[in-house]
């Protein structure tokens, strides 16, 4: 709340509502069309209040501050994160997102609230310390080729490789063995597959997209660049699969998958705290944002007053 004296010299702000100071907000969302329908679902990770209060400057007994024209009046905050596995990596895909920001907000009377706004980056990727994700994965896959229902032979494919966890930027070294006792020429051929899964209203959509492909050679070399896997959000999921297939002219494509989970180099290091000391949490950027007499910079609420 905003008193305001009939001669514009000072404004008192009270802060007596914790929602109206500061607070910071992590939901997951997704939308999409399904043909007439619109499915909506939201899961809400990160809640946090806080009354914010003016470093080494006095309040009256009732708690209110009296701000002066010409000053820059600094209120410092802080938070902590849920420990790791309690909160999701930030997201953005075609049909939802995860997101988590901070946000200030003055009412003023007779007039439009205060508000702004700033967003920060929060990385939860899986621990690929985990032992099943450090254990040789493969699988095994035929199938029989026939011409005008006559039969022409089979073509088999054996692959593995020594682990299913990778962090991006690493090479994924592929044991395979193909074989062709068909009267075709195939071609052997890897691809790394993302799978985006997005659940709203009982229903369920997914997203796959081919990242990157190599031709006739045993090693995916250097992969793109892609996102962590993102596995415990209950209505976004993001996976990723080594597709290993052979194309064999008229016929369909023999193919094998094997589950990957990508993750980031230096696991384990998430700063859990947000303050204006320690800066912002893992990729947060230090800019700031202004609306008007509010702003927010590295992680402090500055109010302005000319």
Do not use: W
Not at 5 to 30: H, L, M, N, Q, W
Not at 153 to 158: C, F, I, M, W
Not at 185 to 210: D, E, L, M
Not at 237 to 248: G, K, S, T
């Amino acid at each position: 709340m905003v008193a305001m004296p009939k001669r514009v010299k000072t404004f008192e702000v009270i802060f007596s509502d914790p929602s109206k100071a500061f607070y910071c907000i992590g939901c997951a969302k997704v939308e999409y069309a399904k043909g007439k329908q619109k499915c909506r679902e939201q899961n809400e990770y990160l809640r946090y209040e806080e009354v914010v209060q003016l470093v080494d400057h006095p309040a009256d007994h009732d708690g209110s501050v009296v701000l002066r024209p010409g000053n820059k009046y600094e209120y410092m905050f802080g938070f902590e994160l849920p420990q790791q596995g309690q909160i999701v990596s930030s997201y953005k895909g075609k049909f939802g997102y995860v997101q988590y920001f901070v946000k200030a907000l003055m009412e003023r009377p007779a007039q439009p609230a205060l508000e702004c706004k700033k967003h920060f980056e929060v990385e939860e990727p899986p621990g690929l310390s985990f032992s099943p994700l450090q254990s040789p994965t493969g699988g095994m896959k035929e199938k029989k080729v026939t011409c005008m229902f006559i039969p022409d032979g089979q073509v088999s494919l054996n692959a593995k490789i020594d682990r299913k966890g990778f962090c991006e930027g690493e090479d994924i070294c592929i044991c395979a063995k193909f074989e062709n006792t068909c009267s075709r020429i195939v071609v052997p051929k890897a691809a790394i597959i993302s799978k985006h899964t997005y659940q709203a209203n009982g229903r369920t959509k997914v997203f796959r997209q081919k990242l990157s492909s190599v031709r006739g050679n045993h090693i995916i070399s250097g992969m793109c660049d892609i996102k962590p896997s993102m596995l415990g959000c209950n209505i976004i999921r993001v996976e990723y699969a080594l597709m290993i297939y052979m194309h064999i002219p008229g016929s369909e494509k023999l193919i094998l998958e094997l589950p990957l989970v990508i993750g980031t180099a230096g696991l384990g290091s998430r700063t859990n705290s947000v303050s204006s000391t320690d800066g912002s949490v893992s990729n947060a950027s230090a800019s700031c944002y202004c609306d008007n007499n509010i702003i927010i910079i590295n992680n402090a609420l500055l109010f302005k007053y000319p």
